[in-house]
């Protein structure tokens, strides 16, 4: 969620990390933030130049922040390869994104990249709401559907960071989750239309609570990471005991299938290569190579060629002898004509 806090609580996170001999591996991909507060080891705007893109291509701020995510997500891969040398240094890598949710989370660029995380790493969401200014309970459940929705989309294990904890407590968002009665009672202070849809989706989201992390956070004070880092274990276990097996699956049938696709164009190249040879030994007459495929010609070419010299009808005669038989005939009636010639021009009264 835009403005509540989500670089202060990446900072304070860092910062958390490295006080405990545990550094992390930090990324930004908001090419839009003017200052980070944390050292980057990966930052897009490093690579991406936000607003000579919003420039070329004239978008505006939204539009400028997409672009540049889906040019960096072109050369994710090399980003994946940084993340697995480090993973034996760093236990955690805290990437902080665009709090636009159209922007990271509904674009083609966001799921690239969570998609590539989850399915190499143990990748767990974090959704930061502003626990200040969801004190309403239309607030709250726009907060809410909002989470929901990201948990759907990214299918992966989600926790719930009430920030600015300092200003306001999350006892009451927690008691609204737990008890649909205490919501109610908050929802009949509205008077507005939008109170009846909120009502009516409270009810929707009853089994979305029920299996929802939540943990009050002050990114300010650092109040509340202890709690943030004992969900944190349990969204890891979770994605190993359920997501992990599923992300096997899906990468199995997805080589099944590249398999497949390849020994299929394989045969089409065999049967492609067969009926050029076929043609061609037609052509010339050879019916015994039409019969074999495009390897085995290939590989007994010469073979072929041997045997066809060793099991020849004509293997057995002396071409020399036989050149020579045919030459003396010729040869000697040659003489014997010359001979003939010469003695009329000799003799010529006979």
């Not at 910062?15 to 591996?25: E, I």
């Not at 930090?26 to 705007?45: E, G, K, S, T, Y």
């Not at 071409?319 to 009329?344: C, D, G, I, L, W």
């Amino acid at each position: 969620m835009a403005g509540s806090g989500k670089t202060t609580f990446v900072q304070r996170l860092a910062a958390h990390l490295h006080g405990q001999r545990c550094p992390p591996y930090v990324i930004n991909l908001d090419p839009a933030v003017h200052d980070l507060p944390f050292p980057a080891n990966i930052d897009i705007r490093d690579t991406v130049k936000y607003k000579e893109v919003m420039k070329q291509y004239g978008l505006g701020p939204n539009g400028g922040i997409v672009t540049s995510l889906n040019l960096f997500a072109t050369r994710f891969d090399q980003v994946m390869k940084f993340i697995e040398k480090r993973q034996n240094a760093s236990k955690y890598v805290v990437i902080d994104t665009p709090g636009q949710i159209e922007v990271f989370t509904w674009s083609a660029s966001g799921t690239i990249i969570t998609e590539a995380l989850a399915s190499s790493f143990p990748s767990v969401v974090v959704y930061v709401m502003d626990t200040s200014r969801s004190t309403n309970p239309v607030t709250f459940m726009s907060n809410m559907l909002y989470a929901c929705s990201i948990l759907y989309k990214t299918k992966l294990p989600f926790i719930v960071v009430m920030n600015k904890t300092d200003i306001i407590d999350h006892s009451f968002a927690v008691e609204w989750m737990q008890d649909f009665e205490t919501f109610q009672d908050a929802l009949n202070q509205e008077t507005s239309y939008v109170s009846n849809l909120t009502r009516s989706m409270s009810l929707v989201l009853d089994e979305f609570y029920s299996s929802l992390k939540v943990v009050g956070v002050s990114a300010v004070l650092g109040t509340g990471l202890d709690d943030f880092f004992v969900q944190l274990s349990k969204a890891v276990d979770e994605y190993e005991r359920e997501y992990r097996p599923e992300y096997e699956r899906l990468r199995k049938t997805l080589e099944k299938a590249q398999n497949k696709q390849k020994r299929e164009q394989l045969e089409h190249l065999w049967k492609d290569m067969g009926s050029m040879c076929v043609q061609g030994n037609t052509l010339a007459g050879s019916d015994d190579a039409s019969a074999m495929g495009p390897s085995e010609l290939i590989l007994t070419r010469g073979t072929l060629d041997e045997e066809e010299e060793r099991e020849s009808d004509t293997d057995d005669i002396d071409h020399e002898v036989t050149e020579e038989s045919h030459e003396e005939p010729a040869f000697r009636n040659f003489m014997q004509e010359t001979r003939m010639k010469y003695q009329r021009q000799s003799n010529p009264n006979e």
